[in-house]
């Protein structure tokens, strides 16, 4: 999955679950202070976002986490480390 792809799916995301409307989504937007995204909002994006990368997020990959962006790397990293087992 591009990092386009991720930030569409995440987009659509936010739209659907946390009703932000499209053109507040940018990559340099903040979650806190631009999208109104507190802790409890952010364990429900997390959940969300598990099925894309297909396994188990940890909170501590999200704790340093401030933009979408941010996310998108986040996400990113996971997908690009080896499957364990």
């Known amino acids: 999955m591009t990092r386009q792809e991720l930030f569409d799916q995440l987009s659509t995301i936010l ?8 053109e507040r989504i940018k990559p340099e937007s903040r979650l806190f202070e631009d999208l109104d995204i507190d802790s409890i909002d952010a364990v429900d ?6 099925p894309l990368v297909g396994k188990r997020l940890q909170p501590d990959a999200f704790k340093s986490v401030r933009t979408l962006d941010d996310v998108v790397n986040a996400l990113q990293g996971l997908l690009d ?3 364990a087992g």
Do not use: C, R
Request: net charge neutral.
């Open 15 to 22: 739209q659907q679950t946390f009703d932000i409307s499209p």
């Open 45 to 50: 994006l997390i959940v969300k976002l598990k």
């Open 81 to 83: 480390e080896p499957a």
